[in-house]
């Protein structure tokens, strides 16, 4: 039972072009939408987030939407770079408890 | 400031070991969490705690044990290791719980194989 899915394992992006990253989730009562990035041999680190209340959130280069009807929610990173390359774990928040429910990640290469 | 330091960070286990995978945080945070990650499959939580004395389950609990003596520490222990608990284990931390307040730390993993 996969409440957040990444359905797309790998993404590759030229250099200076959008790479757009997309999550789905089921559950209706997560409160705040999470992003982080992972490098090999490193835990992941914190990106940005969205509160369910919101549909968009801005960071420098790096956006995430949000669509509460659809259930679906996507980072953008505008324009990409090289040293973007790495993991990128969608994660939903559930109010009670602070648990974090993580989607199955997505490698993105971006390439010079 | 060490933030979230795991240990150790490799270990070959035989089926029927136990083992202790220990987790330390400088930043005195309240909630301490133990997730895994296998490949294609994103990080399960394994156990969490909200403050030294009280831990909860998470999705995937069976065969870990945890406790919280103190809110610095947050040992995973592993009793009769089975090669289904291979895996990457991440430790991690947040002040509050809430990303309303703050992101949640990671450690840097500790890598097991059980054979």
């Known amino acids: 039972d996969q409440q957040v899915k990444q359905n797309s394992p790998s993404l590759s992006v030229q250099e200076g072009r959008i790479s757009i990253l997309n999550c789905d989730y089921t559950?209706?009562?997560?409160?705040?939408f999470l992003w982080y990035k992972k490098y090999p041999a490193e835990g992941p680190t914190f990106l940005i987030s969205?509160?369910?209340?919101?549909d968009k959130n801005e960071d420098g280069r790096f956006t995430v939407f949000l669509n509460k009807s659809a259930k679906h929610l996507s980072l953008h990173i505008v324009p990409s770079q090289p040293g973007d390359s790495a993991v990128y774990f969608c994660?939903?928040?559930?109010?009670?408890?602070?648990?974090?429910?993580f989607g199955q990640g997505t490698e993105l290469s971006v390439k010079p | 400031n060490a933030g979230v330091t795991q240990t150790p960070k490799f270990r070959i286990l035989k089926i029927g070991q136990s083992m202790t995978l220990q987790c330390t945080q400088d930043?005195?945070?309240?909630?301490m969490y133990w997730y895994r990650q296998d490949p294609g499959m994103g990080l399960k939580l394994i156990y969490y705690?909200?403050?030294?004395?009280?831990?909860d389950k998470g999705e995937v609990p069976n065969g870990y044990n945890v406790s919280r003596s103190t809110t610095e520490d947050f040992p995973l222990r592993l009793e009769l290791a089975a090669p289904s608990q291979t895996s990457v284990y991440f430790c991690?931390?947040?002040?509050?719980?809430?990303?309303?307040?703050?992101?949640?730390?990671f450690g840097s993993g500790t890598r097991l194989t059980v054979v």
């Open positions: 559950n209706s009562m997560f409160d705040y």
């Open positions: 991690a931390s947040s002040y509050s719980g809430s990303p309303r307040v703050d992101g949640y730390t």
């Open positions: 930043m005195n945070h309240n909630y």
């Open positions: 969205i509160s369910s209340i919101k």
């Open positions: 705690s909200v403050g030294a004395g009280i831990t």
């Open positions: 994660a939903a928040h559930y109010n009670q408890g602070g648990k974090l429910i």
